[in-house]
């Protein structure tokens, strides 16, 4: 079965750079989560999507962004990086109602 | 918001026994509650999960109960096996479609 699918896998980056987080939900589902992980640490909810409009936002930086496509794909924008902004970055999707499934996550490096 | 207490944080089995996670929630208009399982350098995979409706629910080896009361709920694990060993984490979202609240994660050793 499709899974959901993150790009890139590994990314490294300076400080102060900006990143873009990429993620493909399983087909026909319509919401998009964004979490961040940090080492040894439970998965913290960032800001999600339902049908390309923002539905909840959660602890996510005002130097971070992100939105979802008429594609349903949606994209994490990450801007002047700080190295507490090193972490895992998981997206999840769903169809509306029903449970998230989790992508392989990101793993941001910041320098 | 929501605030998800989990325990223990280390949990160390031998092969065959039983293992219990328990979580604690605050927030009563929470009504989903799903139990993933994370291996290293992987997502975290959904392996069950419960609704507010529902006092437990059993999928083979994995149980999970339910006391809305009390707002607490357990994941139970029997006849552990190696590959059970990971990290598990609770979590409690007021609906199955909306942002999940983590618990801190128990980190489950089964030893052979």
């Known amino acids: 079965a499709a899974g959901v699918i993150q790009s890139p896998r590994h990314l490294i980056k300076e400080k102060r750079e900006t990143a873009t987080l990429k993620c493909y939900p399983i087909?026909?589902?319509?919401?998009v989560y964004w979490y961040q992980q940090g080492p040894g640490q439970d998965p913290q909810f960032l800001i999600s999507?339902?049908?390309?409009?923002?539905?909840d936002k959660g602890s996510i930086p005002d130097r971070f962004s992100a939105q979802q496509f008429s594609d349903y794909h949606s994209e994490l924008n990450m801007s002047s990086l700080e190295l507490g902004d090193s972490a895992l970055y998981f997206c999840?999707?769903?169809?509306?109602?029903?449970?998230?499934?989790f992508g392989p996550g990101t793993r941001l490096t910041v320098l | 918001g929501e605030n998800v207490e989990q325990h223990p944080s280390t949990l160390s089995v031998q092969e065959g026994d039983s293992a219990v996670i328990k979580c604690t929630y605050s927030?009563?208009?929470?009504?989903?509650f799903p139990w993933y399982k994370q291996e290293l350098g992987k997502g975290p995979q959904l392996i069950i999960d419960?609704?507010?409706?529902?006092g437990e629910k059993k999928d083979q080896r994995i149980a999970v109960t339910l006391n809305k009361t009390a707002k607490h709920f357990s994941l139970h694990i029997t006849e552990t096996q190696p590959e059970d060993s990971a990290v598990y984490f609770c979590?409690?979202?007021?609906?199955?479609?909306?942002?999940?609240?983590f618990g801190d994660g128990t980190t489950l050793t089964v030893k052979p």
């Open positions: 999840a999707s769903s169809r509306s109602g029903t449970e998230q499934f």
């Open positions: 087909p026909r589902h319509d919401t």
């Open positions: 999507f339902y049908e390309k409009m923002q539905s």
């Open positions: 927030d009563s208009a929470s009504n989903y």
């Open positions: 419960i609704r507010s409706n529902v």
């Open positions: 979590a409690a979202s007021e609906t199955n479609a909306g942002k999940s609240t």
